[in-house]
């Protein structure tokens, strides 16, 4: 099966995206017959440099150009695209670095004519991979090449390659692709594949492309490959590199919330998962650093020189998850800095940890949310004082009746709270006992959320309020039947769980 990157690599000038600067300059000059005799195209992988050469390669030799188009039919387009032109030369400078190389593959043919078509193209990718000999043989011939020859060097490490050579070319900077236009060219890839992919999936997919339009292609046929009839988040997951978006979202969360142990076992799961340590982290710092500047806000700063010190201390580290751990309890804990001791950071807000797919059960557990102190209680105009009332001289409640209610009850508390409501979310109500009211949750860690003073005192103003009585709350932990059954095993057989 060919590669998607390979199977729509773009036939014209309009189908490349995110390059217009690129584009317009060179149409205009293929129009206006003032090629240049060299180019350098530089900027970062799979984002469309070759690709451009080539075009270039076929729009100056065309038969039949159309607008500064290649027509893509005539002898001299089918050449080039069948890759069997002698008259296009395509040079990998990473095998080929040597000066004999050079010297044989484009100083000594350079000089001869065009075996079939109008000029001689020679494409270098990697060029800063070229030995100094090699800089050196070549210079002469850019310097006065030869009136039918078009050198196009590719580079991703534009510092390595030597400032003679560059003052010799026309310079073009590749962009980055952004995630925007990536996922529309997902989108259109989908629909000739006939392929069904959630929107989600591909604007994960794109996001973790990094402005590559090749790797985000790639991405894309491996999850086809799974052949569902829909992809979604959670099938996609199973070939999405680990490092995604919902785990840095998460982790961004657990800081904004100063909560270290959540924070502490993302990292471990993550570890555990196989996820690249460094590259995440510089996830989180691009995901605060685009926050930093949305808000134009320096209290993000120290948080993020926190982690990029982690970062260089990771490389060649025995225990990688270390130097991040360290960071982490340096944010979270510390007690030297001001904004810590109020228990925030007023330039993120905590949204809802979601789990990322590919963590387990257990990170789940771990990566509950939790109501961090900076979450909002009710107005003050709004907020219910202490009811004086004894309980025993009010109705008793009905299950059923707050369980009518209780759509409304969650309503009140999502416009006050921001992550609260998730956690009422996984739970049931199983029973009312006078004016007590009690919760069953799956998991210790919901159940110790709920319980946690300040929260249970919010959900028990605001069913007073609703209900029009005073009411308590408490949160209970059900197990689920695998794990009662684990516990008898356990009892029967001895042993832990591991």
């Known amino acids: 099966m060919e590669a998607l990157y390979r199977k729509y690599r773009p036939s014209t000038f309009a189908d490349v995206v995110g390059q217009e600067h ?34 270039v390669a076929k729009a100056v030799n065309c038969l039949a150009l159309n607008g500064g188009e290649p027509c893509n039919a005539c002898d001299a387009c089918k050449d080039v695209m069948s890759g069997s032109s002698l008259d296009v030369a395509e040079i990998d400078a990473a095998s080929q670095t040597g000066v004999e190389n050079v010297r044989e593959n484009i100083i000594e043919s350079v000089r001869f004519s065009p075996n079939k078509l109008k000029r001689r193209v020679y494409i270098i990718d990697e060029v800063h991979m070229l030995s100094t000999s090699s800089f050196n043989a070549l210079l002469k011939t850019l310097e006065e090449p030869p009136a039918h020859a078009v050198f196009i060097l590719a580079t991703t490490e534009l510092h390595k390659v030597p400032a003679t050579v560059i003052s ?120 605060l650093r685009d926050r930093m500047l949305a808000d134009l806000s320096s209290e993000l700063a120290p948080l993020i020189e926190s982690l990029l010190e982690a970062r260089r201390h990771m490389k060649g580290a025995r225990m990688v998850q270390l130097p991040l751990e360290l960071a982490i309890m340096k944010c979270c804990l510390t007690q030297n800095d001001p904004k810590v001791q109020a228990g925030r950071l007023d330039s993120v807000r905590a949204e809802p940890v979601v789990a990322p797919a590919i963590v387990s059960q257990a990170a789940e557990v771990r990566a509950a949310p939790t109501v961090s102190p900076a979450d909002p209680v009710l107005p003050t105009e709004e ?28 309503e009140q508390i999502k416009a006050c709270n921001a992550t609260l409501p998730m956690v009422m979310q996984t739970g049931e109500l199983t029973a009312v006992e006078g004016n007590s009211v009690e919760i069953a949750f799956a998991y210790p860690v919901y159940v110790e959320a709920v319980n946690q003073d300040k929260n249970r005192k919010l959900l028990e103003q605001v069913l007073t309020r609703v209900l029009g009585r005073p009411v308590r709350v408490r949160a209970k932990h059900v197990k689920k039947e695998v794990e009662e059954v684990v516990d008898q095993l356990i009892d029967a057989f001895g042993g832990t769980v591991v």
Not at 33 to 47: E, K
Not at 222 to 245: F, G
Request: aromatic share 4%; glycine share 6%.
């Open 168 to 287: 010799r070319c026309q310079r073009f900077d590749f962009r980055r692709v952004s995630v925007e236009t990536i996922v529309e060219r997902l989108k259109g890839i989908t629909r000739d594949e006939g392929a069904n992919v959630d929107e989600d999936v591909l604007l994960e997919i794109a996001r973790h492309a990094d402005g590559g339009l090749r790797d985000a292609e790639s991405m894309l046929g491996q999850v086809l490959a799974l052949d569902e009839k829909r992809i979604t988040m959670e099938i996609a997951s199973l070939v999405i590199p680990a490092t995604n978006r919902l785990m840095v979202d998460a982790f961004v969360t657990a800081l904004a919330a100063r909560d270290a142990k959540i924070a502490l076992g993302l990292v471990n799961d993550a570890l555990w998962h196989g996820v690249d340590l460094p590259q995440f982290t510089e996830n989180v710092v691009a995901a």
């Open 22 to 55: 690129v584009k317009t300059t060179l149409q205009n000059q293929i129009l206006s017959g003032s090629v240049a005799h060299a180019y350098l195209f530089t900027g970062p992988r799979g984002i469309g440099k070759t690709t451009v050469a080539r075009l």
């Open 383 to 410: 907020r219910i004082e202490p009811v004086s009332t004894a309980l025993g001289d009010v109705p008793v409640l009905d299950l059923e009746d707050v369980r009518r209610k209780w759509p409304e009850v969650f």
